[in-house]
């Protein structure tokens, strides 16, 4: 057993020592008393204000040729105070047995019974010293039957008093006791080196068993059949994040007790109020997923407030107070053979010089921030209330960033925006933080009232708000708007959960792109080419039905009734195709049973085009007798050609189409594509925020994708029906000699007048023009006549003709022309074969108030052009010509119309220049 043991400096703190005075007589004590004082207070500013263990440097390793082990340069702290290390690297190549002969170290014994048995030690002799004794290295396995690679080196300082007692009976030449320090290097074997590694975890350090708390992912699969299913998710998993809480929260009391003990009572409220909303989140509102998800969002933002806090503690590492009895006199320094993981004592700095008096602070009002979100935390039934508000978008950071940083989510009450930052920017005005409250607590004219107003370039995360809980329409539309009006860098998508295809909102959205369009094209084209063969088929029966009995014109009863009879099943046929068409493209993709009736929406369009094919037949095959064989009209065309060939295919494919996009909104098939789906309470720039509801309409969640994704386009607005042009000429009923009495058509009376007006031979060239231009203008609307002017002013200029007199011409035969039609409208309602009851009467009437109208705009038109042409530019003869033709034209009108037509057309030409025109016009 060693003599003396090693003297811990710290076991004793000295806290008084003598104050000199001039000519006093000193003694031992009052002189050590200093030394003490001093040698306490070294060795306590080392341990509490920089730290204790290894600072830098201090590796040993084996060379290769195992004859010497190598100890480089470094310095460390025992938990005594004492400063080990050197300033060059040693090398050692002998060792021997540090046996008890040597100060005592108590880490170095352990108990046997009654008594106290040294571990095995050996120390290490450098190399070149003059030391006697020693074995090489290269003897060590041999000399211990222990692999020198295995050991682990220590680093111990033999810190003792040394009493060389020189008193004898009569002399006594004592100098005093001598401290000795020395650092010796030993080599231990692991299952020693465990034992006074141990030592060094401080397990008694309340801080090293803090550790950061990791939030529960809900990761969503296609499995979920349901909302409920995917509420499911995030309640197990509020559960699990929540209890992960409470356990981190138990172990921060404990250590913030080292620097903050009043503190504790605040932890207390904490965690009484966080089970109490677990209990309401949990309990009241269990079926609501919408509530889920926002609960989750809280408790990831209390884990991150609170992981924030423990790295503020220095995450563990931080001492206030180490004890001595931790490695007092040694340092672990760890195995020789370096490539292995090591058993070594790290370095554990104080609160002073790991964090700082600031950094202390902070994490106080870190504490109080924590204590504050909780105590701010919206209760469920506000949280659904708030939605009344409508969705906002807020600019922030994303969750790279401190929680500071952020904007402040929807689910806090406002008032936390007065502890959301202070830790960080005290100067900053809590209502210039960003926040979905924002636009209520606010300045004027700033950033947080309406931040999407203000430059966002900065911003890699956009919070998303006030969705959640309410119809989809409404809140996508919401959403899509800000994103068209503000400029957003993000898009929006919607996607069904626990419904079918039929259940889906947005199914009136362009699914299928240009093939949209070229449907729209083909029903147009289809459209108009069966309004001709209607129109060909009626105006070849109402003719017939005025010429029979006449001269050649003949045709027996029971073929008049049949051509009847096939004409209804066409018009009535194409009646039903063309209310099929009126319908919006969406209804008629998705509806399983079309308007029209027929068993199955893909062969409608086949048996109407059959039907319609099989009557123009009959039709054209009864009046063969009183038809010219080889002219080809458009019911010749619908014999033998299929109007709705093309229009069928189109759909089929666009049904396909549809259908397939449309089932990647459900939720299911989503998910299958875009593996990366999850919940963040906003989306990223450039993403995709997904809205997922459910069959009732109703926004349950919302997730987002790290990149844009298809979003539907608005679909093509339905076109409205053009009116397509009447064919060129009207049913021929008339044989090779046709009968002195037939009744001039209508296009075939208005081609004649015509060829009246363009008879002279220095005007054959500009009338021929001129008549394919008039033929084509009958009944054609307003925007395309302004088009025909152009072109027809065109030529006037290109045959060298006067182009005022010409253009006078040209708007005339507009009037008598449209005059001539009502002309024939009315005929038609005296005509004693169409009978008082007959419905068709109706669509007479309809159209001649069509006709007046545009009687009476093309006739204000041409008075108001007469009316801007020079003096001087038009004769008597032709005015008088004019004003005869305006006098006929105001006559056909109603009289309940004439009255305030003639005043309007005075009106318009008061302002004319051409005086001799206002005079006859107004004064006429």
Known sequence: MANTEIHLGLNTITT??????NDQVLTADQLNSVARYADSQIRLNRTRLVGVGIVCGLDVSLSTNGQEVHLTRGVGITTDGDLLGFAQDKLFDRFRVYDETRPKYAPFYTNNGETEVLKPVYELMEKGAAVDGGSPLTQFQTDTSKPLLSMVGVLLMEGYINDPDLCSGTDCDNQGQQVIQTQTLVLVDVDTASTLFSTTLMTKNSWSRLTPIQVHRVVVTNALKSSFDLQKLYTNACGKVHAAIMKAFNGLRAAINDVFPVMDANLQIMETRLAAVANLYGEDYRGTLAIAQYYYDFLNDVATAYNELWRQLCGGSGICIPEVSWFPKHLVLGRLNSGEPTIRTGFFPSIQSSCGCCDLGQARLLLVRLHEMIGTFTSPTALLDRRRRGVRITPSYDEDRPLAERAIPYYYESE??????????????????????????????????????????????????????RDVKDAFDEIHTLIRTKKLPFAVRAILIGGTVGDLYAKDRNHAGDLARMYNIEQQKTLHELRDVRAYCLDLKDSIRKEVGTTDVELSPVGLNMIDTQVEIITNRIDEVELELAKPLSDRLLSPKPAVRYEDHPTAYQRADKDIRIAVATVMTVAAPVMIAHYSSPADTQITQSRLTGLQLIEQELRDSTKHTLSRELYSEFVNEHAGLEHSGGVVRGGTFVLVYDAKQTVVAD?????????????????????????????PIWRSQPPKRFQKSRRQYIRETLDNDYKKPQDE????????????????????????????????????????????????????????????QLKKLDDPLLPSTDPRRAEIKEQLGKDFSSLEQRTVEFAKRLSEQPDGSITQAEMDDHIRLLKESIKILPSERRELFTTNMKNTVRSGRNTMVKNSIVNG
């Open 16 to 21: 008084n020592y003598t104050q000199f005075e």
């Open 416 to 469: 936390i925006r007065h502890y959301w930052r202070f830790m960080q920017q005290p100067h900053e005005n809590a209502d210039h933080i960003y926040s979905y409250h924002g636009r209520e607590y606010g300045p004027e004219e700033t950033a947080a009232k309406d931040p999407l107003d203000f430059r966002i370039a900065q911003y890699p995360f956009f919070r998303i708000e006030g969705h959640l809980g």
């Open 703 to 731: 997730f987002m994708l790290p990149y844009l994704c298809c979003e539907p386009e608005a679909a093509p607005a339905s076109q409205p029906i053009r009116e397509p042009n009447e064919p060129e000429t009207g049913p």
């Open 765 to 824: 060239k500009f009338g021929e023009l001129a008549k394919k231009v008039d033929a084509g203008i009958l009944n054609i609307s307003q925007a395309t006549l302004k088009i025909v002017e152009q072109n027809t002013m065109s030529a006037m200029t290109a045959s060298k003709r006067p182009v005022v007199s010409d253009e006078s011409v040209f708007r005339a035969n507009l009037v008598r022309e449209t005059a001539q039609i009502i002309e024939l």
